[in-house]
């Protein structure tokens, strides 16, 4: 794999906790130049944490980025692996709030969002919500998480990948969509018995690396890697957003994409991600005038090809 893309390994200048309310505390990062130009990386999951992401994106001579663990996972606390964290306090709302916070807390005027996945759907309801707040906008992976979404992806799949479908459908077979399989998913993950937890978090994640395994380039076994309270969390919040259509009503991210009007946005899509099909990032640039969409041959989990791309984004933005 060529490294052209990617800058040297970088350390975090300063890290912290920032107190969101609700008994919850979020994890953050601060990387780069201290004069740069203001960033924040958004990871995705639900659930996955921010972990190592993004730190050989983002040049580190002309960008001051941050990263932070969304409520629940990473290093933020209380942690949903704890089956006693209240997930009534852990919607899409609090996490846009969380992220007004973070740039009230580090003095940011305006800032670019990147992020991939699950990201994507975060970024653009705050950018709805802040569009005076957002310099530029990168996503990956382009997802709404519209129920239409979350019905492809934990059902309609299943005709591509029949034997690992046959296997997670027999965790809850009354299920009869995505949306309801989550949600047995969920109510398993909110079981007092942590084997019971333990078998769902397993069963799911199973279910996930199947998705992305049959995809070029996939990467088989990426999410059944994550191992106790880190893999408890992923799938309780996962579940947790899924089951609730992450909290948004259907279809609200398109149909108010009028409000990112004069934010320059870059999306760059696998043509043949499964997990999600190309049409919900063609959808969105068909109702975002000013964003590009740049297809990838790639899956879900990209490429070298999409990262390249995202460099030329990221480069291309600095010098605006």
């Not at 190309?278 to 297809?295: G, H, R, S, T």
Request: hydrophobic share 40%.
């Amino acid at each position: 794999m060529t490294e052209a893309y990617r800058y040297p390994p970088i350390e975090p200048r300063s890290s912290g906790m920032l107190d969101v309310g609700d008994g919850n505390a979020i994890h953050w990062l601060e990387f780069g130049n201290p004069g740069g130009k203001p960033a924040l990386a958004v990871h995705g999951g639900p659930g996955s944490g921010t972990g190592n992401s993004w730190r050989r994106s983002f040049d580190p001579d002309r960008y001051r980025w941050f990263g932070f663990d969304q409520r629940g996972c990473g290093l933020s606390t209380p942690h949903a692996s704890d089956p006693a964290t209240d997930m009534s306090v852990n919607t899409t709302q609090h996490l846009i709030d969380d992220m007004e916070r973070l740039r009230e807390h580090f003095g940011v005027e305006k800032w670019l969002l990147m992020g991939g996945s699950w990201a994507s759907t975060l970024i653009l309801a705050y950018a709805e919500q802040h569009p005076e707040r957002v310099s530029e906008i990168i996503l990956m992976g382009v997802t709404m998480t519209r129920r239409s979404e979350i019905n492809w992806l934990d059902w309609g799949v299943r005709q591509y990948i029949p034997a690992a479908f046959e296997r997670f459908h027999a965790v809850a077979p009354e299920a009869t969509n995505g949306i309801e399989m989550a949600a047995a998913f969920n109510r398993l993950m909110e079981d007092p018995d942590p084997q019971v937890r333990a078998k769902a978090a397993a069963d799911w994640c199973a279910w996930e690396d199947a998705v992305i395994a049959h995809e070029i380039d996939g990467a088989p076994g990426s999410y059944s890697a994550r191992v106790d309270d880190a893999r408890l969390a992923f799938v309780r919040i996962c579940t947790h957003y899924f089951s609730n259509a992450a909290f948004l009503e259907e279809g609200v991210l398109l149909q108010e994409a009028g409000k990112l009007a004069g934010i320059p946005g870059v999306l760059i899509h696998g043509r043949l991600d499964l997990g999600g099909p190309l049409q919900i990032a063609w959808d969105l640039a068909a109702a975002w005038p000013e964003a590009e969409l740049v297809v990838v041959d790639s899956g879900h989990t990209g490429n070298d090809q999409m990262r390249i791309e995202i460099r030329h984004a990221l480069d291309r933005f600095v010098t605006v």
